[in-house]
């Protein structure tokens, strides 16, 4: 899938997956939400607006009211790339988000995951 196809994805249809993911690894919505949150700036109402306009990756972070500066402290490895190397910045973001919620659904404490 080349990176243009991945920006066209629509968050409405990512966000449900994450869930499921989460959900079915004893985690919970709140705590996807949370994710996100921290991540983007997002809130409770704004993300919701974002689901509802079914907007695409590249348009839901080019509006997160603010991108978190500590997402530059997740490192791993996420569908074989090492996200901390990704040059293309929306890619690492996309990534980032990904990375975030399979710390989740593995079990990492919220603490570690949101980089506290």
Not at 17 to 31: F, M, N, V, W
Not at 83 to 95: A, F, G, T, Y
Request: a positive charge; aromatic letters at 10%; charged letters at 30%.
């Amino acid at each position: 899938m080349n990176q243009e196809r991945v920006y066209r994805i629509v968050f409405a249809s990512v966000y449900p997956l994450y869930i499921q993911k989460a959900t079915s690894k004893g985690r919970s919505k709140d705590e996807v939400d949370q994710i996100l949150y921290w991540l983007t700036g997002y809130d409770s109402k704004t993300l919701q607006l974002q689901i509802e306009s079914k907007v695409d990756l590249e348009t839901f972070f080019a509006e997160a009211p603010m991108f978190n500066n500590n997402a530059s402290k997740i490192t791993g490895v996420i569908c074989g790339y090492r996200v901390e190397e990704i040059s293309d910045p929306l890619m690492q973001k996309i990534r980032y988000m990904d990375k975030l919620i399979d710390e989740l659904a593995k079990g990492k404490k919220m603490d570690k995951i949101l980089r506290s």
